[in-house]
């Protein structure tokens, strides 16, 4: 049984999830202000975590920063609807996804399916040769990275996009291609989360984020995955 954690002042939501997700198999656990969310979150164990920004204490900003001090548990963000800037703040933090509100609880409880089937890298993972390029090697039944010998720590979001650029080295990717693969065909997306990934990938993975020499940005286009080390511009 997979176990949630929700971090949002809203009794009602609580209720709604726990009604939604105990039928899908899910165990939901919430709390109702930053502070406690924090603690827990970093002192126990979960499969998901749901962060509204807007908390008491605590905001969900503050709350994500700590998460991700502890680890890379997957994290979704309930942001307020039209608040683009914290839909950008909480990705360069390391969320995995967003919803504005109002939402369909229904749309959480695909989104929520949706990080998980993704994050999932224990027994449901399919076996996968390790794939490499540029210095940069990625198993993808074990979920692990390692760039130049040294072992680098990435989200669920940044971990899937680095296989997907992985899998086609040296292959312009266009924003829609990579989202499509990362999120199915037809995700509505925020027009800037696939640049927000990129940049928080390419801050772990290269050693001038100025100049990488691994994600090339083809402007106009997307973006493409270096096959060698080679120093030319980004």
């Given at each position: 049984m997979a176990r949630v954690l929700l971090v949002d002042d809203d009794h009602r939501l609580a209720q709604l999830m726990e009604r939604l997700l105990k039928p899908e198999g899910f165990q939901v656990e919430s709390v109702t202000d930053g502070l406690q969310g924090a603690r827990r979150a970093c002192s126990e164990v979960f499969?998901?975590?749901?962060?509204?920004?807007?908390?008491?204490?605590?905001?969900?900003?503050?709350?994500?920063?700590?998460?991700?001090?502890?680890g890379e548990v997957p994290v979704i963000m309930l942001t307020a609807k039209g608040a683009d800037n914290d839909r950008v703040v909480g990705l360069e933090l390391g969320a995995d996804d967003y919803l504005p509100k109002p939402f369909n609880p229904r749309e959480l409880v695909a989104r929520i399916k949706a990080v998980l089937?993704?994050?999932?890298?224990?027994?449901?993972?399919?076996?996968?040769?390790?794939?490499?390029?540029?210095?940069?090697?990625?198993?993808?039944?074990?979920?692990?990275?390692?760039?130049?010998?040294?072992?680098?720590?990435?989200?669920?979001?940044?971990?899937?996009?680095?296989?997907?650029?992985?899998?086609?080295?040296?292959?312009?990717?266009?924003?829609?291609?990579?989202?499509?693969?990362?999120?199915?065909?037809?995700?509505?997306?925020?027009?800037?989360?696939i640049d927000v990934h990129v940049k928080n990938l390419r801050a772990k993975i290269e050693s001038d984020t100025r100049n990488p020499r691994r994600i090339k940005t083809v402007w106009g286009t997307g973006y493409m995955f270096a096959a060698d080390d080679g120093e030319d511009d980004g």
């Open positions: 499969d998901l975590i749901i962060l509204d920004v807007m908390l008491p204490g605590l905001d969900g900003f503050e709350v994500l920063r700590r998460i991700r001090a502890q089937r993704r994050s999932d890298g224990g027994a449901h993972a399919r076996r996968a040769s390790i794939l490499g390029a540029g210095g940069v090697e990625l198993d993808p039944a074990r979920r692990e990275v390692r760039v130049d010998g040294e072992a680098v720590h990435l989200t669920t979001t940044e971990f899937d996009l680095l296989r997907c650029f992985l899998r086609y080295p040296g292959q312009v990717l266009s924003r829609d291609a990579l989202m499509d693969m990362l999120r199915g065909v037809g995700y509505a997306a925020y027009d800037r989360s």
